[in-house]
């Protein structure tokens, strides 16, 4: 526990905190990283003597100061712990410590301590990650590089202890709900209750020769008020199923202020996009709205615009143009509603959306780029055609889109496929006309179908596509079962060695209208190019944190933290779900789509809500929640009466049946996000056809 003040700057003479980070400076400790990413203890002296931690003797016996050991070397010690940080003013605080210290195992269980402070202390958790503001609220236990706050902070400590009091550990079973509210309730009142010194308090004998730091007390007086507690800054970048999975996860929590970027004005439910376009009337139930379901039902931010580069804690992003939600285009540069905690909050640390280079929240009315500032960040971007913009909005806009032709706004996309709708409709009056489709994947084989189905009089409709069948990806029966609806609904196939030089020139020749269903592309430009892969796909572990390319690790932070720890990118808050991320080591890789990027923002809304207790998750593989094997189910429309559902490497459904599958998904999804009109579209056209 801890007050909100400025560092006590009680380095001492011969201890000063370097202005090195710690992550990029090699430590002068002799420690190596094992298999798993963790220390093998070996600190050494500044005279390059190794020592023993827990005797606190060199290797000739000779006592050893553990305040005047090379700062580098006691900030490893302190990352490898046990290390208590507490307030060292507050005198409920001092008090646990000096009992806590009379019941250390100090035969088998260091302990080391450090003022949350003193500017070492603030140096070494500000490099993992951790504010100033955050630091300075409550106490920290630090171990194995595991940085654990509040209630789970003294539990993990309390292991530490000789017994019978090392039992007292095991209160970990109660619901953290409670322990945590105990916990605030006394660090909120620690110093109406018993009171604060003016300066650190120096502690005894035995505990001084514990500290990292110098406990002589100089410098400034610290500050002795107890700070509010502050939300986490979420960022969510992109609001498609996932993103908005989260959104809706993380808005009931005290714990977080969330903001979502996201370039539409609305929410689309993407799998039912060709139905849309071949048949207006659906579009109803597969769009809706984003500002009322974000901002009035769930009470997050929202901005309408673009990340044009994000960093460890700061997100640049340019707004775009408003929508139907009251916004005057000429007035305003898109949607930005805060919700009321951050509409209100003026602290200059802690703000999360500032205009640059301006001190008024007035200056984003008309700020075009903003600043967003986070302490989490959720990259759910998605993936976009780089041959067509019908399949798929991009969330990375390379213009300001205007008028009717701004398919961001939801009134602009409708127009957009409905422009399309009127142009197929056109050639099914003409009946002679030609329709080609490039690409036999699950785009180009539901398109076919539902071209077919909706346009029934429109002469020619041909599929190309390199690969000798259709559907590659899925399993054998589906692709022989999909080949015999189009053979049987009259649509021409020209597959594998057909698919030529010729054929093509034939097409572009004869077609009326050409749709191009291939070239899918991640929408990541603005993220660092050391955390993507040869195809731009974010790199991440299976906890969902993004990675540095294997090429981008700096060796002193591998010898520091050890390789697997410091390929964790921005201290491990920011992570990376769906159709726009790598998953280290997935063989085979999980496929885009709905299902595997709800089930990894599950483990992002797990991991977001564990670092209310373990706060350094830049050190924690292993601690947080991984994405496990996941079932590979794959849904294809043929037509509204029509469809195949694959599980694995196994068709497990088809016909009328896989149509109730995925009509109800669909009724489902909407309704989850947040369509309250979307329990309308449960009846007929999956049940009975739509013929």
């Not at 990292?212 to 960022?235: E, M």
């Not at 054998?476 to 093509?504: C, P």
């Not at 201290?571 to 790598?582: L, N, P, Q, T, Y």
């Amino acid at each position: 526990m801890a007050p909100t003040a400025a560092a006590a700057g009680a380095a001492e003479a011969d201890g000063t905190s370097d202005t090195v980070g710690l992550l990029s400076a090699s430590s002068s400790t002799s420690a190596t990283a094992n298999g798993d990413g963790k220390q093998q203890q070996g600190p050494t002296t500044a005279d390059g003597v190794p020592f023993d931690p827990k005797s606190l003797l060199d290797s000739n016996g000779e006592k050893v100061d553990a305040k005047r050991l090379p700062h580098k070397t006691r900030m490893a010690l302190a990352l490898q712990g046990p290390t208590l940080i507490f307030d060292g003013i507050c005198n409920l605080c001092n008090g646990s410590m000096s009992w806590f210290q009379e019941r250390v195992r100090m035969e088998d269980s260091p302990v080391w301590y450090m003022w949350a402070q003193h500017a070492d202390t603030q140096t070494l958790l500000s490099e993992l990650g951790i504010s100033r503001h955050d630091i300075l609220r409550s106490w920290a236990y630090l171990e194995d590089g595991i940085v654990y706050r509040g209630s789970a902070a003294w539990l993990r400590a309390l292991r530490n202890i000789r017994s019978p009091w090392c039992y007292l550990s095991h209160f970990d079973w109660t619901p953290e709900f409670i322990r945590e509210t105990v916990y605030n309730t006394v660090a909120a009142n620690r110093y109406n209750a018993l009171g604060h010194s003016d300066a650190c308090q120096r502690p005894n004998p035995d505990m001084r020769a514990r500290f990292l730091h110098s406990t002589a007390v100089k410098g400034p007086k610290p500050d002795s008020t107890i700070p509010p507690r502050v939300r986490r800054r979420l960022l969510i970048v992109g609001c498609g199923p996932a993103g908005l999975f989260i959104a809706k996860k993380m808005a009931p929590s005290k714990d977080f202020e969330v903001v979502v970027v996201e370039p539409k004005n609305f929410f689309e439910f993407t799998p039912g996009i060709l139905r849309g376009m071949c048949h207006p009337e659906a579009m109803k139930d597969l769009v809706f709205d984003l500002e009322p379901v974000l901002c009035d039902d769930l009470g997050v931010g929202y901005v309408q615009g673009a990340v044009t580069s994000l960093s460890g804690t700061k997100a640049v992003v340019r707004r775009l143009g408003g929508g139907n939600h009251g916004v005057d285009d000429e007035s305003s540069n898109g949607i930005l509603r805060l919700s009321k905690a951050a509409a209100e909050n003026q602290d200059v640390e802690t703000n999360m959306i500032v205009p640059p280079d301006a001190a008024s929240d007035k200056a984003l009315e008309g700020c075009q780029t903003i600043e967003i500032n986070f302490d989490f960040c959720v990259i759910a971007a998605g993936s976009a055609y780089t041959t067509s913009t019908l399949w798929k909005v991009p969330v990375t806009p390379e213009e300001k889109q205007e008028g009717p032709n701004n398919f961001y706004a939801k009134d602009g996309r409708i127009a957009q496929l409905s422009a399309e709708h009127s142009k197929l409709e056109s050639l099914n009056q003409h009946r002679s006309a030609r329709v080609s489709i490039f690409g036999a994947g699950l785009v180009g084989i539901e398109l076919a179908s539902e071209i077919r189905h909706y346009f029934p009089d429109i002469e020619r409709i041909s599929l190309f596509d390199p690969q000798h069948t259709v559907l590659p990806a899925l399993p054998e029966s589906a692709q022989k079962y999909a080949t015999e609806w189009m053979e049987r609904n009259n649509v021409e196939l020209i597959l594998g060695s057909d698919f030529n030089d010729e054929s093509v020139t034939d097409a572009e020749d004869t077609s009326d209208v050409i749709y191009k269903c291939v070239g899918v592309r991640v929408n990541t430009p603005f993220m660092p190019k050391d955390v993507l892969d040869a195809r731009s796909q974010v790199l991440v572990n299976n906890a969902m944190q993004i990675l540095l390319d294997e090429k981008a690790l700096d060796k002193d932070a591998v010898d520091l933290m050890g390789a697997d720890r410091a390929a964790i990118f921005g201290s491990g808050r920011i992570f990376a779900i769906g159709d726009c991320v790598s998953v280290k080591g997935a063989d085979p890789p999980y496929i885009k789509d709905t299902y595997p990027a709800e089930a990894m923002a599950e483990v992002v809304v797990a991991n977001l809500y564990k670092s209310k207790t373990i706060q350094c998750m830049a050190s924690c593989p292993g601690v947080l929640r991984e994405l496990g094997g996941l079932q590979v189910m794959t849904l294809c429309s043929l037509g509204p009466s029509d469809g195949l559902f694959c599980i694995n490497d196994r068709m497990v459904s088809w016909g009328r049946p896989a149509t109730i599958v995925k009509g109800t998904i669909e009724v489902t999804k909407m309704s989850d996000a947040g369509m309250s009109s979307s329990a309308e579209i449960s009846g007929p056209w999956f049940l009975i056809g739509d013929d």
